[in-house]
């Protein structure tokens, strides 16, 4: 019931000027240093099955502008919640979204449906929000490429194994492919397509 | 367990705090959808170093080439607890940088320096600061035209296929005939030079003097071009290579004279006139640098001279 769930949809940003520069700095941060990890939660108050932390980046993200991809199974609570807040459309079809989350870091969809971008605008490509239950720095995969010193280990719980070698294809594509923000209930970490991954 | 590596995250504190800003204006001065879309052509620029993003830049309150792209960055990027430079030519007192740390103070409530190491957010056209950055600052520049191969093909589809198949041969020519025609690579501003050894980026109109500072610096490196509607950055420790050729390699300016000031012989000097006696003397462009230095005891040979007092700062 349409009418009954926007009854009950909960908070979003308390004061989103503010709220959505900070929390903007945040995913800036981790874009441009990845595998540096930022503490994102308690921003909103999301339906359980969204983390606080994912729910930041959407509400600071999309938009109108930015068709949203939650999967066949997005509970409605869920789409509800952003669709009210964000504003956004949400679409079926993965190639059309411009953000997607997905719920559940262990059940992947094929991340290569997801909009790539094209080589004169490879900015067009899909940024995909995966949630995952642990991410642990100092140890796991290696990264290395822009942003990154020397080089970032982190060790993500809750992710499915096949993702690294996926998101390894992401980084040969380039300039082509997915970025992607990894997002536990309160802290996120980014992983855009020029990271190298090493398992 | 949180986990904070590298830069301290202020972002994240999860404070709110009540802005005492002008309340006719959104903080910030843009809409929030507009620096929602902004903020997605930055993340999407760091994503692809070097490649232009096309953003829908907004009319700001100034005439173009004013710095109207570097303000809509830093309108999406500055909050209340930042600490926010401006330079104009290397100056922290010229117009343009005065109006525009003005407008931020009062649209953001930003706290505003000139010194460098202090800064946390660097908003310039012309320059790098000569003090090395830290990892936790970010550039943000004002780009007048971002397009590097503009200078040898006018055509926006042509540009952008020539990026797309990575097709720079046409660079080299450019470079090359300033070699034919002059003996050396005789550009010397808006040096064109190749990101993560794959886009070919405009580094604005620094000086090719700044253009080895951008190679594997700490900070992140973010440019808006407000006319032409382009984003693009250089994140954090990226290789930033200038274009040149093995028997003409790449090489900064260097000056004879040091700074009449301080005495600096490292950092970017201005040749001033000063007199109808066409009297001159070289200054460091970068301004708190220069003051910087002559409060540490450093003294140029002309730095005792009277009438002087505007260019060494003082008020009259």
């Known amino acids: ?199 | 367990m949180n986990f904070i590596e590298g830069a301290p995250c202020r972002a994240a504190d999860a404070t709110h705090i009540q802005s005492t800003q002008e309340d006719e204006y959104n903080f910030g001065y843009l809409d929030e959808q507009t620096k929602r879309m902004i903020r997605r052509a930055i993340l999407k620029a760091i994503a692809i170093p070097g490649y232009q993003v096309p953003f829908a830049g907004r009319e700001m309150p100034m005439p173009y080439g004013w710095g109207t792209g570097g303000i809509q960055l830093s309108a999406s990027v500055l909050g209340s607890d930042d600490i926010f430079k401006v330079i104009d030519q290397g100056a922290d007192d010229t117009t343009n940088a005065v109006s525009i740390r003005k407008f931020f103070a009062r649209v953001t409530n930003v706290n505003t320096t000139e010194r460098t190491e202090e800064a946390s957010v660097i908003q310039t056209r012309h320059r790098i600061p000569e003090i090395p950055l830290s990892d936790d600052q970010i550039m943000i520049y004002q780009v007048p035209i971002p397009e590097p191969l503009r200078w040898v093909e006018a055509r926006e589809s042509e540009t952008r296929k020539m990026h797309a198949l990575e097709e720079y041969g046409v660079m080299h020519v450019q470079l090359y005939e300033d070699i034919a025609r002059h003996g050396r690579i005789a550009t010397n501003f808006m040096y064109p030079v190749k990101v993560n050894d794959r886009y070919i980026m405009s580094p604005s109109p620094i000086p090719k003097f700044d253009n080895p500072k951008l190679h594997m610096s700490p900070a992140l490196h973010i440019f808006g071009a407000g006319r032409e509607k382009r984003i693009y950055a250089v994140p954090p420790y990226t290789i930033v290579k200038s274009l040149d050729f093995e028997d003409h390699p790449f090489e900064v300016e260097s000056w004879d004279n040091c700074c009449g000031l301080c005495g600096a012989k490292d950092s970017y000097l201005d040749e001033v006139i000063l007199n109808n006696e066409g009297e001159r003397m070289f200054v460091c462009s970068d301004t708190d640098y220069c003051t910087h230095r002559r409060e540490q005891g450093h003294l140029g040979p002309m730095a005792a001279r009277e009438d002087i007092a505007e260019l060494k700062g003082e008020r009259a």
């Not at chain 1, 999967?71 to 953000?99: I, W």
């Open chain 1, 1 to 199: 019931m349409q009418e009954n769930a926007l009854n009950t949809v909960t908070p979003g940003l308390k004061n989103p000027a503010q709220d959505n520069q900070r929390i903007f700095r945040a995913i800036l941060l981790t874009m441009s240093r990845p595998g540096t990890v930022t503490v994102l939660g308690n921003w909103a108050e999301p339906p359980t099955a969204l983390y606080p932390a994912t729910a930041a980046v959407c509400l600071t993200l999309a938009d109108m502008d930015t068709p949203l991809w939650i999967g066949k199974n997005g509970p409605q609570d869920v789409q509800t919640y952003l669709r009210f807040h964000c504003g956004s459309p949400m679409v079926r079809k993965q190639e059309k979204a411009s953000f997607a989350v997905i719920l559940d870091g262990t059940d992947l969809p094929d991340l290569t449906l997801f909009n790539q971008g094209d080589l004169e605008y490879p900015d067009r490509s899909a940024t995909v929000i995966i949630q995952v239950k642990t991410i642990e720095v100092g140890r796991g995969v290696k990264l290395t490429g822009p942003g990154i010193k020397n080089e970032m280990q982190i060790e993500v719980g809750g992710l499915h194994p096949d993702f690294w070698q996926d998101f390894r294809q992401n980084n040969q594509n380039f300039p082509l492919g997915l970025d992607v923000i990894l997002a536990t209930p309160t802290e996120i970490v980014s992983l855009p397509r020029t990271v190298q991954v090493e398992v």
